[in-house]
Nanobody
Framework: QVQLVESGGGLVQAGGSLRLSCAAS????????MGWYRQAPGKQRELVAL???????NYADSVKGRFTISRDGAKNAVYLQMNSLKPDDTGVYYC????????WGQGTQVTVSS
């Protein structure tokens, strides 16, 4: 089994920054990609950012230029640096890892006040 544990969420004012972390543990041979998704109240879960094992990245248009995803392959970890946060960034952020299938973390709340 694989477990993903996120940390780093919280309450921040608009314009502020937060850094999310996610570490994968368990029976892991290799991770194909890791990413962050978010779900705002009343909305569907959406991709925020993704990074592959080769370092290729993909971002939602709404976060380009403000968020940066990175990973530490040795630690099976992924990070999301979020700058210039906006109230629309509020939601539960979920870590995702593509191994033999998709695994999800429990989610961490990010709240951006105006």
């Amino acid at each position: 089994q694989v477990q993903l544990v996120e940390s780093g969420g919280g309450l921040v004012q608009a314009g502020g920054s937060l850094r999310l972390s996610c570490a994968a543990s368990g029976s892991i041979l290799s991770i194909n990609a890791m990413g962050w998704y978010r779900q705002a109240p009343g909305k569907q879960r959406e991709l925020v950012a993704l990074i592959t094992s080769h370092g290729s990245t993909n971002y939602a248009d709404s976060v380009k230029g403000r968020f940066t995803i990175s990973r530490d392959g040795a630690k099976n970890a992924v990070y999301l640096q979020m700058n210039s946060l906006k109230p629309d960034d509020t939601g539960v952020y979920y870590c995702n890892a593509l191994i033999d299938r998709a695994y999800w973390g429990q989610g961490t709340q990010v709240t951006v006040s105006s």
